[in-house]
């Protein structure tokens, strides 16, 4: 294995464990896309979930270390579109404040475009 510098994410055993947590995520999001878009309604299980792994994999992939996986720039844009789709058609059904929706659509639109520039900037490198 090696080792390319000092910091804990510096060596090959890292960027491998870092692989496995991004990968890990990126599975669990890939599966509730794929589901029910039941499953993504704001009031669901993956309607939250989905945007907290989302910011997680975002803030690991920021840092920049090695190992840390995103998906392909087109794929992360339809993640967008098919959450954005179910959150829109399905938020008034709960009823609540304009603000609420206001402010919750920003971040949810912030969150997803987040990983769409990372997963764009990733894949112009390789």
Same mark, same amino acid.
């Given at each position: 294995?090696?080792?390319?510098?000092?910091?804990?994410?510096?060596?090959?055993?890292?960027?491998?464990?870092?692989?496995?947590?991004?990968?890990?995520?990126?599975?669990?999001?890939?599966?509730?896309?794929?589901?029910?878009?039941?499953?993504?309604?704001?009031?669901?299980?993956?309607?939250?979930?989905?945007?907290?792994?989302?910011?997680?994999?975002?803030?690991?992939?920021?840092?920049?270390?090695?190992?840390?996986?995103?998906?392909e720039p087109?794929?992360? #844009?339809?993640? @967008?579109?098919t959450f954005?789709?179910?959150?829109? %058609? $399905?938020? =008034?059904? !709960?009823?609540?404040? #304009?603000?609420? @929706?206001?402010?919750?659509?920003?971040?949810?639109? %912030? $969150?997803? =475009?987040? !990983?769409?520039?990372?997963?764009?900037?990733?894949?112009?490198?390789?």
């Amino acid at each position: 294995m090696g080792t390319w510098g000092s910091g804990n994410f510096d060596s090959d055993a890292a960027a491998d464990h870092l692989s496995g947590i991004t990968g890990r995520l990126l599975s669990e999001i890939e599966e509730a896309m794929a589901g029910d878009p039941v499953g993504l309604e704001p009031d669901d299980y993956g309607g939250v979930v989905v945007p907290c792994d989302i910011d997680l994999l975002c803030l690991i992939a920021e840092r920049g270390y090695v190992g840390a996986v995103v998906p392909e720039p087109a794929v992360a #844009e339809a993640w @967008k579109r098919t959450f954005m789709d179910v959150w829109e %058609r $399905t938020i =008034d059904d !709960l009823e609540p404040e #304009e603000e609420y @929706k206001k402010t919750r659509r920003a971040e949810l639109n %912030r $969150t997803f =475009d987040r !990983l769409v520039d990372l997963a764009r900037a990733r894949h112009e490198e390789q």
